[in-house]
């Protein structure tokens, strides 16, 4: 099967719903979401909702990656307070639980269970990609590991999508042969999908601008 690749969703329920609903062909895609589904949109309860109920109707083709607001909020949860988490969204995150009245500790477990990557023979995707300065990519806590990584990315011969640095448009980076798809859904821009076939050959993008209702 081919691939559908979403970049960050910050909470952003109604775009993510209508991104799936206008380009994802769940007959021939794997869906693979880069992580960071909760805070700063003010729909982080139904977009959870929404992903565990994929994981379920369609079970492994809908997979769903963590992200560091997961990994920061997992922290808040485990050994409480977590002041970062709450001051970038955390805090919008727990009212919109309340307000729902969703149990939220069924989420946290879902969540915890998350995997850091996908990856194929000629496909790697993850929240921040392996950095060519890192020594342990799947160190959580290193700010050149998975989950946090700014820097320059490794070429590992296949290509390479991640979110996590927001930018006005998808970026591809010929010497690390990576796509960056973070378009700052959550800060009035746009969510990205990249359709990638079995060959890890990009094949179209698909950008939506942020509904109304997720800001």
Known sequence: ???FVVGDIHGCFFTFQRMLHEYWDRNNEIL????DLVDRGKNAPQTVQLARDLE???PGQAIFLKGNHEAMML???SKPPNFNWLLQGGQETVDQYAAAGRDITSDIAWINALPLFYETEKLFVSHAGIAEKSRDPFDEDSPYGILWNRSKLKNLGKLQIVGHTPSKEPVYDQASHAYYID???AYSGH???IKIDVSGEPLELFSLKTDARDL
């Open 56 to 58: 379920q109707t369609v």
């Open 32 to 35: 693979i979401q880069v992580g």
């Open 75 to 77: 922290e808040h949860f």
């Open 1 to 3: 099967m081919n691939f």
């Open 191 to 193: 969510l990205t999908g």
């Open 183 to 185: 378009t700052g859904a």
